[in-house]
């Protein structure tokens, strides 16, 4: 169960549009529409931002929109605001009741 | 509406063992999954485990397995993550999630466990 692998930082500016990717292989992003995505600021719990690839939870903006292609995921947050700057997971399941995290990505929006 | 509220932060001896708690409320307790992350100091998220609340079934992440155990109490809507043989490396805020329609979309608010020598 190796970490899915994300980009450890990324920049944009307020107004742009970024797209953090997350690569697994065909054991688990590859094999399953269970990706999600976590936004995480210092000292606070994580909070789901998409699931099931491309699914948007009641409340979160649509700003924020994922995708899928072969064994990589990809979060896109469009019109970077400041409480964007955080860190973010992508998430996959893997088969057998496990699950792999990502190992982060910092968006720094300058 | 939901809510996972865990048990306060631990200071663990080398070899110790260490249980932390999560106690649901807000929904029907036996429905959804529950899982286990962590998130050593700096570090990202780790998957520790999940049980099935309904049953208890578990299923660990392999670097824990034969360390860790994960247990229900279905009158108080309680999971419990017992940790064993405590290393400097477990130190971390490990945090119980919800999990529905493939995400953990519930998550409490963390439990800090400190393991010194």
């Known amino acids: 169960q190796s970490a899915l692998t994300q980009p450890a930082s990324m920049s944009g500016s307020p107004g742009q549009s970024i797209t953090i990717s997350c690569t697994g292989t065909?054991?688990?992003?590859?094999?399953?529409?269970?990706v999600s995505w976590y936004r995480q600021h210092p000292g606070k719990a994580p909070k789901v931002m998409i699931y099931e690839v491309r699914q948007r939870p009641s409340g979160v903006s649509n700003r924020f929109s994922g995708s899928k292609s072969g064994n990589t995921a990809s979060l896109t947050i469009s019109g970077l605001q400041a409480e964007d700057e955080a860190v973010y997971y992508c998430?996959?399941?893997?088969?057998?009741?496990?699950?792999?995290f990502g190992g982060g990505t910092t968006l720094t929006v300058l | 509406q939901v809510q996972l509220v865990q048990s306060g932060a631990e200071v663990k001896k080398t070899g110790a063992s260490v249980k932390v708690s999560c106690k649901a409320s807000?929904?029907?307790?036996?429905?959804?999954?529950m899982h286990w992350v962590r998130q050593a100091p700096g570090q990202g998220l780790e998957w520790v485990g999940t049980i099935n609340p309904s049953g208890g079934a578990t299923s660990y992440a392999q670097k824990f397995q034969g360390r860790v155990t994960m247990t229900t109490d279905t009158s108080t809507s309680t999971v419990f993550m017992d940790l064993r043989s405590l290393t400097s490396q477990d130190t971390a805020v490990y945090f119980c999630?919800?999990?529905?329609?493939?995400?953990?979309?519930?998550w409490g608010q963390g439990t800090l466990v400190t393991v010194s020598s």
């Open positions: 807000g929904y029907t307790f036996g429905v959804y999954y």
């Open positions: 999630a919800r999990n529905y329609g493939g995400a953990f979309d519930y």
């Open positions: 065909s054991s688990d992003v590859g094999s399953y529409n269970l």
């Open positions: 998430s996959s399941y893997v088969g057998s009741s496990t699950w792999v």
